[in-house]
């Protein structure tokens, strides 16, 4: 074994995370992002179900709730794979 192998048991070991402060903050933002989109698609159903109800096929589920839900997935990902920048002291 080399000498850079070994750690001496006076070296402190530095414990860090996989994701900083700020991604965490992003990936609830996203996640919230997401349920607001899934909320959008709630609804549109019939009380008797021997009645068809054209509200299903509505702009806020069709269109706007997927694509607020895609939106708050993009921002998941971005938190995930985001990467702070350390500042240099000058």
Same mark, same amino acid.
């Given at each position: @074994? %080399?000498?850079? &192998?070994?750690? %001496?048991?006076?070296?402190?070991? /530095?414990?860090?995370?996989?994701? %900083?402060?700020?991604?965490? =903050?992003? @990936?609830?933002?996203? !996640?919230?992002?997401?349920? !607001?989109?899934?909320?959008? @698609?709630?609804?549109? +159903? %019939?009380? &008797?179900? @021997?009645?068809?109800?054209? /509200? ?15 939106? +708050?997935? +993009? ?7 985001? =990467?702070?920048? =350390?500042?240099?002291?000058?």
């Amino acid at each position: @074994m %080399s000498t850079l &192998d070994q750690k %001496s048991p006076d070296t402190p070991k /530095e414990e860090t995370f996989a994701l %900083s402060k700020g991604n965490y =903050k992003f @990936m609830i933002i996203g !996640i919230a992002v997401v349920i !607001i989109g899934f909320l959008l @698609m709630l609804g549109g +159903g %019939s009380e &008797d179900p @021997m009645v068809f109800n054209e /509200e299903i096929f509505s702009f806020r589920r069709i269109t706007l709730a997927p694509i607020v839900s895609l939106i +708050g997935y +993009g921002i998941i990902f971005y938190a995930i794979l985001h =990467k702070e920048r =350390k500042s240099s002291a000058a």
